[in-house]
């Protein structure tokens, strides 16, 4: 599992943005920037979206005052999926990623296998990453949400 301290992994991660599917070198989009990432299991599933994405959306005002470049949510989904969801949740100043296939997911060691329900998502998480250097990490045990909630992150900062 990525530590504290660590670089973040290379990899490339998918957006949807005016209906066009923009691919993210991560070595770019963590280059020079502080940014807040949280991951969710999945798209429009209970947690994720009553409590989780809409936190960081309520919030995004006080992390940018904080000095974050920008705030990245994170499900293993595809990018057409996670636009969608990003609309529904009016979700405009978060970058809705997608990691489509698991593979950053694996290479962060962050994922968990939801067997029938969606087969290999991604854990419920947080990072604090300066410059690609991990900074703060925020694990949620299974079927909890504490430290990766947006109140948690933005009192880390």
């Not at 904080?66 to 100043?93: H, P, R, T, Y």
């Given at each position: 599992m990525i530590q504290v301290n660590s670089a973040m992994p290379e990899g490339q991660l998918q957006q949807r943005k005016n209906g066009e599917t923009i691919i993210h070198n991560t070595e770019e989009l963590f280059a020079n920037k502080k940014v807040v990432l949280f991951a969710v299991p999945g798209a429009f599933t209970p947690t994720c979206s009553e409590t989780h994405l809409?936190?960081?959306v309520?919030?995004?005002?006080?992390?940018?005052?904080?000095?974050?470049?920008?705030?990245?949510?994170?499900?293993?989904?595809?990018?057409?999926?996670?636009?969608?969801?990003?609309?529904?949740?009016?979700?405009?100043?978060?970058?809705?990623?997608?990691?489509?296939?698991?593979?950053?997911?694996?290479a962060l060691g962050l994922t968990m296998d939801t067997a029938a329900f969606g087969g290999i998502r991604s854990q419920r998480y947080a990072l604090i990453i300066d410059n690609g250097t991990v900074s703060s990490v925020n694990v949620e045990a299974p079927k909890s949400f504490e430290v990766s909630k947006a109140e948690a992150l933005l009192a880390l900062l």
């Open positions: 809409p936190g960081y309520v919030l995004a005002d006080e992390f940018k005052a904080k000095g974050v470049d920008a705030i990245i949510c994170l499900s293993v989904n595809d990018a057409f999926v996670m636009n969608a969801w990003g609309e529904a949740q009016n979700a405009e100043n978060i970058m809705m990623l997608a990691d489509g296939d698991g593979s950053y997911t694996k």
